[in-house]
């Protein structure tokens, strides 16, 4: 017997027949012996219908009063699941985030969880009981309702399994697992048994949308076994079906341990700012970056070119699309302070990225990208490394053949396939 949370997002809840499905697989959990809580999303496409009407309501809302509103979604899904569960003979029931409580911070639409008492939904399980816990949301210590901002359920399982001491997490997504790249640009990807926390970070802060970065950190900190696998094939008495995300102890003898590199990502919602002329002297590229971190706009790729004859230097950064505006608008404030001459922005670009534990103890990993592009004709425009990972910054137009080009050139294709 084992101790499961299964997490469902918004597409496996997306009506009662899908909920239906959902609850088909629980009672199959249930049957096996185990005991089970089950983390739920909003239904597809609700979250986003909320967070309108607020902004319809005013544009300068009450972000207290908006969390009350976005966390409703959840509710519904985790009330309804719990009714089609006692439909099928298994005992359910809801457990809204204020009842257990889940405690956060006071951060309203981006809040943190501090705690969770798994006491009520521990002896509920150990009954034989389904808890039903929906995700997203939580509680302040002055009893007031916050969400953990986008793909906060993923948090929420994870959360839940760790205060639980659940043998494994298992997040149910529209994929079957973790693949070595996107399968709809690459037929030959190949699905994962494991993936280290650190690799999976990795993927997902570089555009491997598979799970949410957050619930990794936290599954990493808390040592919680995460699954990932699809909610759409047919339930089976494999524990593990799909991919485990795990310690690196874990995957240690195991030939996925010797796999240089794991996976191929690649992201298009980058934009790549240039500032030309900024002066060459110390403190320059502190007032280009010291009021971006005070906006909360986060930059990832940096590159100060050969400085001129003039004293001066251009300044080539990557941020988030969606962050664009805000980003010009600090930029065009501070320009006494920093100094420039032009601001120019390319949105026409991607950031395409090699992860993988086997760099630690291998070299030549960020040569055989740059000899694999340069083959292809593929321009880099600018690089970031970390210990597992090598990123660059390509035109758009190149993206799905580059990652065509690295995944065969890493020999990351299955050799069965068609």
Request: proline share 3%; glycine share 8%.
């Amino acid at each position: 017997m084992a101790r499961i949370v299964m997490k469902f997002g918004g597409t496996s809840m997306a009506g009662i027949e899908r909920i239906r499905n959902v609850a088909n697989r629980v009672k199959h959990e249930v049957e096996l012996g185990n005991e089970v809580a089950v983390v739920v999303s909003a239904m597809s496409g609700e979250t986003d219908r909320l967070v309108n009407f607020c902004r319809e309501a005013s544009p300068l809302y009450d972000p207290r009063e908006y969390d009350v509103v976005v966390s409703s979604g959840e509710q519904v899904t985790s009330g309804l699941l719990a009714i089609v569960l006692q439909s099928m003979g298994v005992k359910a029931r809801s457990w809204l985030g204020w009842q257990l409580p889940i405690t956060t911070s006071d951060a309203h639409a981006s809040a943190r969880i501090e705690e969770i008492n798994s006491d009520a939904i521990g002896k509920a399980m150990s009954s034989g009981e389904v808890a039903v816990i929906p995700g997203f949301q939580g509680l302040t210590e002055d009893q007031r309702i916050t969400t953990l901002g986008r793909g906060g359920s993923d948090t929420s399982a994870v959360a839940v399994a760790a205060a639980m001491k659940a043998d494994r997490c298992d997040i149910y997504t529209d994929v079957d697992g973790v693949y070595t790249t996107d399968p709809r640009i690459v037929p030959k990807a190949r699905k994962l048994a494991k993936v280290t926390y650190e690799e999976m970070l990795e993927l997902a802060s570089v555009g491997a949308k598979v799970l949410q970065t957050r619930s990794v950190g936290l599954a990493m900190k808390e040592k919680v076994r995460v699954q990932v696998l699809s909610s759409f094939d047919e339930p089976t008495d494999n524990p593990t079906p799909g991919t485990m995300i795990v310690s690196e102890e874990e995957l240690e003898g195991s030939a996925m341990e010797r796999q240089l590199i794991t996976g191929i990502a690649y992201d298009k919602n980058e934009t790549k700012i240039t500032l030309t002329q900024v002066p060459d002297r110390p403190g320059a590229v502190a007032s280009i970056f010291a009021p971006l971190a005070e906006a909360n706009i986060n930059v990832d790729m940096i590159v100060q070119n050969v400085a001129h004859d003039t004293g001066s230097t251009d300044v080539t950064f990557t941020v988030p699309s969606a962050e664009l505006a805000r980003s010009l608008d600090v930029l065009e404030r501070e320009r006494g302070k920093i100094g420039y001459e032009k601001l120019v922005h390319d949105t026409n670009v991607a950031k395409i990225s090699v992860v993988g534990v086997g760099m630690r103890s291998h070299a030549g990993v960020a040569s055989k990208m740059f000899d694999a592009l340069a083959q292809r004709g593929i321009n880099v425009l600018a690089i970031t490394t970390s210990e597992i990972k090598v990123s660059v910054l390509i035109h758009e137009d190149y993206t799905e053949l580059a990652v065509r080009v690295l995944h065969t050139a890493y020999g990351l294709d299955a050799e069965d396939a068609a």
